[in-house]
């Protein structure tokens, strides 16, 4: 964890230039010992491992049980990374096609298995549909302590904080 710490602490200093980091992220090897670190699942939602934060980013460890789903939100025009680890998850990418009435429009919809990268994402929703559970790399540069939640039923958006299980692998 410490290389990617350095590496990315590199790219801060070029504004986070979005092709060489998908290429480094892409063959990033976290090591299994590394990741299993990090590993802790909860049952009532997923659950958010604060590996390190800093002013210009902030790496997650993100477990997903069966069924646990981070609703379709925005990541306040920064960028960010998410790869999958183990199991698998479902992505779905969307663009913001009108603020009032709010609409917006699923862009795409993947299935995101081990080595899937998706990223920088901008507005987008990850779930678990699968019977497996998942693990989940995530790479915020400028992290933020809110995020948008868009709610197409009710036609809203909800501002919400953002808050972590474990920082530094110690249980908040």
């Known amino acids: 964890m410490n290389s990617l710490i350095g590496d990315l602490k590199s790219y801060a200093r070029q504004d986070f230039p979005v092709a060489e980091i998908t290429s480094y992220l892409t063959a990033y090897d976290l090591s299994e010992d590394t990741l299993n670190e990090y590993i802790g699942f909860k049952s009532d939602k997923y659950a958010r491992h604060l590996v390190h934060k800093d002013e210009d980013f902030e790496i997650l460890i993100v477990c997903w049980t069966p069924g646990q789903t981070a609703p379709i939100h925005g990541h306040e025009g920064e960028k960010c990374w998410m790869r999958v680890e183990k199991g698998s998850l479902q992505v779905c990418n969307y663009e913001l096609e009108s603020m009032n009435p709010l609409a917006l429009k699923m862009v795409d ?21 699968y019977e497996k559970p998942a693990v989940s790399l995530h790479i915020y540069a400028k992290p933020f302590a809110e995020c948008d939640i868009y709610c197409l039923d009710s036609g809203t958006i909800k501002r919400v904080s953002l808050v972590y299980d474990t920082m530094y692998k110690e249980p908040c």
């Open 109 to 129: 919809q993947i299935k995101g298995e081990a080595g899937f990268l998706d990223g920088p994402a901008e507005i987008h929703s990850v779930e678990n549909i």
